[in-house]
């Protein structure tokens, strides 16, 4: 809406065109970044400035943010647009319930409940809903777990990482609306779609998508602590978003914790020594990933291999993973850096995190910015005639939960829960992009009007 706003006057346009020029400059292939670097300097700047100089404007570009922030902003305040934000905000903050959604096919299951596909009536927006069955919560003494993933869930916005849209109950469960992902999970790829492993090139998008949402996961200082390949998930474009953070946790800043979580043969050194740790786990979660994509099997336990916890656990604590001529050098190299033992010396703990993997040799052919842009081609597209999952009947069905009373502390808790609206993917679902702005804003309108009317 600042954004309309803006394009109704000369000025403020010339700003929003050349911020929006900076942008594609940014993801532009190299190739053709001189010719995009011309058309910026025709349009926007000074001939005298050269194109090998362009590179350091670019920062200058949070200047054109700051003016539109000041008198254009404070215009924005007074106009229509503004109104129209205000009517939003109040539609955004209506009550979600069940018959906000259209339920469909069951798609799996979770630790405490089913998940199943669902379409937001309103816009037509499919989702995955991930129920949590009260009963099954408060008998697995799940309530902290459960609030923690939703929490976690609300401030992570990221391409990388599975969005909450929604949160809701109803009377028997608690209700996460996902980001729906139709391409099956990395696991069903790695196994069950021919040879065990990818080619290296499919294994390094995969790998550098997984390294950008551990990025943005981090900069939130959450640490993840549970990265393998069943809870990495395909969309039907062939991009990943890291799901299920159930086990995640945000760590006060300067601060380490301590925890023996995640799932065994892929819980690094520390996290088996009970040592205090930081995002340190998340890099060996990487290393052991980009080493299952490629080998077609974990680091320290073969396929199929029946071996005790206790034996895993002694593996990665005292041996050294073996590599198959299916590893590159670049590969090799990558998973060597992730898998030392010593978090100090870690690819990704010295200092610079996941930065620091971006820049190795093994993401030569990655561009960064087009990656995280969402700009760059999968090696994959999942088919959509395809079913990248166990047939429905064969997904285990939970048992009913006996002896299990709910009380007012429990209503207490599904309150914290129950909170609606996400911001951000619902501003995302509803706005002028989705086809239904004018549609929604109307309504909006009348909704308005007849609450003024009609008061309660």
């Known amino acids: 809406l600042f954004r309309q706003f803006c394009e109704t006057q000369t000025e403020f346009e010339h700003y929003i065109n050349f911020l929006d020029l900076v942008t594609e400059y940014e993801v532009t292939p190299d190739e053709k970044r001189a010719e995009k670097g011309q058309e910026m300097i025709s349009k926007y700047l000074t001939p005298e400035v050269r194109i090998d100089h362009l590179c350091s404007l670019l920062p200058h570009n949070r200047s054109?943010?700051?003016?539109?922030?000041?008198?254009p902003f404070k215009e924005y305040q007074d106009s229509m647009y503004f109104d129209r934000f205000l009517q939003w905000r109040w539609l955004e903050r209506q009550a979600v319930t069940k018959n906000t959604f259209r339920q469909?096919?069951?798609?799996?299951?979770?630790?405490?409940?089913?998940?199943?596909?669902c379409q937001v009536r309103a816009t037509g927006k499919m989702y995955a809903c991930k129920k949590l069955e009260k009963k099954r919560i408060k008998k697995r003494k799940g309530e902290t777990m459960a609030l923690n993933e939703k929490q976690i869930l609300e401030k992570v916005n990221s391409r990388f990482v599975v969005n909450l849209a929604y949160a809701y109950e109803t009377k028997d469960a608690l209700c996460l609306v996902l980001t729906l992902m139709n391409g099956g999970d990395l696991k069903f790829h790695i196994y069950n779609m021919g040879n065990p492993g990818f080619e290296e090139d499919r294994a390094v998008f995969y790998a550098a998508e997984i390294c950008c949402?551990?990025?943005?996961?981090?900069?939130?200082?959450?640490?993840?602590?549970?990265?393998?390949?069943?809870?990495?998930l395909l969309d039907d474009d062939g991009h990943i978003r890291i799901s299920d953070l159930g086990l995640a946790v945000k760590i006060p800043e300067g601060e380490t914790i301590r925890g023996r979580v995640g799932t065994v043969g892929y819980m690094a050194p520390e996290v088996l020594n009970n040592q205090r740790y930081a995002l340190s786990p998340d890099y060996w979660g990487l290393g052991c990933l980009i080493y299952e994509m490629i080998a077609g099997q974990s680091p320290f336990r073969g396929r199929k291999e029946?071996?005790?916890r206790e034996e895993v656990d002694r593996r990665v604590l005292e041996t050294e993973e073996t590599y198959t001529d299916k590893f590159s050098e670049e590969a090799k190299s990558i998973c060597k850096m992730l898998l030392i033992k010593d978090p100090k010396e870690r690819l990704g703990c010295t200092g610079g995190g996941a930065a620091d993997v971006k820049k190795n040799q093994f993401f030569r052919n990655i561009n960064?910015?087009?990656?995280?842009?969402?700009?760059?081609?999968?090696p994959f597209v999942p088919d959509p005639r395809a079913v990248y999952c166990k047939d429905v009947l064969d997904i285990e069905?939970?048992?009913?939960v006996k002896g299990v009373n709910l009380d007012q502390t429990d209503d207490d808790f599904y309150s914290k829960f129950s909170t609606g609206c996400v911001s951000i993917p619902w501003q995302n679902e509803t706005s002028i992009y989705s086809g239904c702005f004018f549609d929604v804003g109307e309504a909006v309108v009348i909704e308005v009007t007849v609450h003024v009317i009609h008061p309660k």
Do not use: W
């Open 64 to 71: 054109g943010h700051d003016y539109l922030s000041g008198q």
């Open 104 to 117: 469909y096919r069951v798609l799996g299951k979770g630790g405490f409940g089913e998940v199943c596909a």
């Open 213 to 232: 949402g551990l990025g943005d996961l981090h900069k939130e200082n959450i640490v993840y602590r549970d990265l393998k390949p069943e809870n990495i």
């Open 306 to 308: 029946k071996v005790k």
């Open 368 to 378: 960064f910015k087009r990656l995280e842009a969402g700009i760059m081609d999968p």
């Open 397 to 400: 069905q939970f048992s009913t």
